[in-house]
């Protein structure tokens, strides 16, 4: 019976997948006896990449034997317990087409980067991404579990000679410890749960004595790939450097299984909140429904549906990658139509660099002075009528309170709307309106362009360049 004919016969998609699983555990590893079947260490030397490994499990297409076949790839490696939810009669497979390589993933196309999110741009040491600023991402390792076709990291990942020393992770440590705005440290690789436990937990410990790094949060696809690896060793370990985050990465339903949910269960039971992090690919989860199965299966073993992104212009990406209206089409789908917790965040991750921005579907339909008009999911509009005396300033008293923040990175439309800067000009933009022209009697005073009460911290007027601003150039010391 295949999937339909089963769902026809009232056993869900969930079922049928699982027994399938079963099926193909029995006939290609039945002699492997249980224990070393949930023994994590086993599992990852027992991974398959080659052909022949493949073709045990699965009727190998043309496609993918020349995806095998091709010299230069990236890595393949897949776990066998993530090999069992393939299905190995369906070529289109969502679990399958994640981890197995296709000829066309070698082709070029328009805006394909190797680095497409700049990360080694805005790393000062390497492996230590710092684009926001009170966060930074902190790649530990180049290992996974199995690797993703569609890896965003595909330049590094998968390359054990491209690894980080323990002089590196050294390096990055202190970086973090010279850098006291950074309160939120997120691990990812590679997958650092892949690395050796003890330097795991030694990594761990060394952030954790770290004062100003007030959360840690790792990004792993192990417990999709590899959930025998969440022992209770490892939620003992993980218990002792609260409070810490992980997110997940599954991005069709197909990949949740008993033995998720066991990994999940003991995450969550060890005090871990988790969400999930999907990337909308093409011929594997760009489809409302498949979006919606997955988040609900997801919400129901405690794992909240954190970003879904828009696939980057990496290089081995471009037949994964859909439009972004494919996106907002989910976010459509699934916003109001089924619990806000169970609907993730949807964006796209600025391609040069410069960080996330989510996307979504306008609900504001207009707006006038104290009104607002507003649709909701099922089309349905209204007006929500703002107060006329409302007063911003009240508050002042209460926030003065609170420590501003100082740090770099804090421009943007948040500080023309508080009023610490009047205007925000693209590169050259003072040069280019400058026109060559000669310092002259109209220009010689810029304090005529420097808005009155804007920019709390006034450094004068006569700015940085020998060029006069059009604009008032007193607002640069803010951003730079
Ligand atoms: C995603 C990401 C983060 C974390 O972003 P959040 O929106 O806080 O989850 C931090 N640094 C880099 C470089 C990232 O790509
Ligand atoms: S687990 Fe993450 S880092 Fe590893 S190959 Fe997949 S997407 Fe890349």
């Known amino acids: 019976m295949n999937s339909v004919e089963m769902q026809a016969s009232g056993t869900s998609a969930m079922q049928v997948w699982q027994a399938q ?24 030397s027992h991974r ?67 680095d497409s999110l700049a990360e080694d741009a805005h790393s000062p040491v390497p492996g230590l991404v710092h684009r926001y600023p009170d966060r930074v991402l902190m790649l530990v390792t180049t290992q996974c579990a199995s690797y993703c076709r569609y890896c965003t990291r595909s330049r590094i990942v998968g390359d054990s000679s491209a690894n980080f020393s323990r002089q590196e992770h050294e390096a990055q440590l202190d970086y973090i410890r010279r850098t006291p705005q950074i309160r939120d440290v997120l691990i990812s690789g590679g997958d650092g749960l892949t690395m050796p436990p003890k330097i795991l937990d030694r990594l761990l ?19 999709v790939f590899l959930p025998q690896r969440i022992d209770d060793e490892f939620c003992a370990m993980i218990r002792k450097y609260h409070p810490l985050w992980i997110n997940i990465h599954v991005n069709h339903p197909r990949e949740i299984t008993p033995e998720l949910r066991e990994a999940c269960n003991r995450l969550a039971d060890a005090g871990v909140p988790l969400g ?21 299966e997801l919400v129901k073993m405690r794992v909240r549906p954190y970003y879904l992104y828009q696939c ?29 917790y ?54 002042r008293h ?27 000009r693209p590169q050259g933009f003072d040069a280019t309106h400058a026109r060559g022209g000669e310092m002259h009697r109209l220009r010689a005073d810029s304090s005529k362009w420097q808005p009155f009460l804007v920019g709390e911290t006034l450094e004068g007027t006569a700015g940085g360049g020998d060029q006069p601003a059009i604009e008032a150039p007193a607002q640069n010391g803010e951003g730079e």
């Open 21 to 44: 699983a079963m099926e193909t555990r029995q006939r290609v590893w039945g002699d492997v006896p249980d224990e070393k079947w949930n023994d994590w260490r086993w599992q990852l």
């Open 48 to 114: 398959l990449n080659s052909l022949e490994d493949l073709s045990r499990v699965m009727e190998l297409t043309d496609e993918e034997i020349e995806g095998l076949s091709a010299p230069d790839k990236f890595r393949v490696d897949i776990t066998p317990y993530f090999a069992t939810l393939i299905d190995p009669t369906d070529p289109k497979c969502p679990v399958r087409r994640q981890v197995m390589p296709l000829g066309r993933e070698l082709r070029a196309f328009t805006s394909m980067m190797e």
């Open 205 to 223: 410990g060394d952030l954790r004595a770290i004062p100003h790094v007030e959360i840690v949060r790792i990004g792993s696809r192990v417990p």
């Open 276 to 296: 999930n992090q999907s990337v909308l690919l093409a011929g594997v989860n760009d489809s409302v429904h498949i979006q919606r199965l997955l988040v609900h």
């Open 312 to 340: 980057d212009m990496v290089e081995g990406a471009g037949h994964f990658r859909t439009t972004v209206s494919k996106g907002i089409e989910i976010i459509e789908g699934l916003r109001g139509h089924t619990s806000g």
């Open 342 to 395: 169970a609907v993730p965040t949807f964006v796209v991750d600025a391609p040069g660099g410069g960080g996330k921005i989510p996307v979504m579907p306008n609900y504001v339909l207009s707006q006038a002075p104290g009104k607002v008009v507003l649709r909701n999911y099922e089309g349905f509009i209204t007006t929500y009528t703002e107060p006329l005396d409302y007063d911003p300033l009240e508050i």
């Open 398 to 424: 209460l926030e003065s309170q609170i420590p501003r923040r100082t740090e770099a990175g804090q421009e943007g439309i948040a500080s023309l709307l508080e009023g610490r800067q009047f205007a925000i």
